[in-house]
């Protein structure tokens, strides 16, 4: 079965740091991989997906993700943090058995200013 | 422009009444989830549909139950509510293809007292 992990549950930064965000996941196909992102009293929105194209996937509001098959990981990452990005940010993996989602523990970013 | 809506936005009920969450979308999707989202857990999947008249359970469903008679529709009943049950429940939807993403409703809050 499919599994997503996401390290660590808090990840802080200073406003214009790097922003480095770890997804890993297990699965016996090829997966479909995506990252939600969650501001607060809201719904997730969709900032970016993986469906076996580019391994390097780019997506809304400057963040993008790097499909590293040997390393099962999918980690999202952002040059430069805007206190904006303050959110709690969800992987998640799609079901080899139909199209639901398996999510990772999400991990809340914060940005210091 | 389509969307998808939930209602109510904040319900507080007492043990053991049956309640009603909507679900409605107009993106003439397929494929409608229900999860919800409580701290340390991400988001479990209730309830699942592929279609009119196709209900699925997902890896929380005990208490809940779904119906899907239109495209558009898909209301999740508590049965019987419980205080475990006090959540933020979001609903979701997706075309058919596994590496659609699902769109997400705002979500309703509930608490059973």
């Known amino acids: 079965a499919q599994s997503v992990t996401q390290l660590g549950s808090h990840v802080s930064v200073s406003e214009g740091a790097l922003v480095l965000l770890r997804c890993n996941y297990s699965?016996?196909?090829?997966?479909?991989l995506f990252w939600y992102v969650q501001y607060p009293n809201q719904g997730l929105q969709l900032l970016l997906k993986y469906t076996s194209a580019a391994t390097l996937v780019k997506g809304i509001n400057g963040f993008e993700a790097e499909f590293k098959k040997s390393e099962t990981s999918f980690h999202l990452t952002k040059p430069s943090a805007h206190m904006s990005d303050a959110a709690e940010y969800f992987c998640?993996?799609?079901?080899?058995?139909?199209?639901?989602?398996?999510f990772g523990q999400g991990t809340e970013l914060s940005v210091k200013p | 422009d389509a969307e998808i809506t939930q209602s109510p936005r904040h319900k507080i009920t007492e043990t053991g009444r049956q309640v009603t969450l909507a679900c409605h979308q107009t993106?003439?999707?397929?494929?409608m989830f229900w999860y919800r989202q409580d701290l340390g857990h991400g988001l479990r999947l209730i309830h699942y549909s592929y279609g009119v008249q196709d209900t699925n359970k997902g890896e929380v469903s005990d208490g809940y139950s779904v119906s899907r008679s239109n495209t558009e529709d898909l209301p999740l009943t508590l049965e019987s509510a419980a205080s475990s049950q006090t959540s933020v429940y979001f609903c979701?939807?997706?075309?058919?293809?596994?590496?659609?993403?699902?769109?997400f409703g705002p979500g309703t809050r509930l608490t059973v007292t």
């Open positions: 979701a939807s997706s075309e058919s293809g596994q590496g659609d993403e699902q769109y």
């Open positions: 993106w003439n999707h397929n494929n």
């Open positions: 699965s016996s196909v090829p997966p479909y």
């Open positions: 998640a993996v799609v079901d080899n058995q139909g199209g639901k989602l398996i």
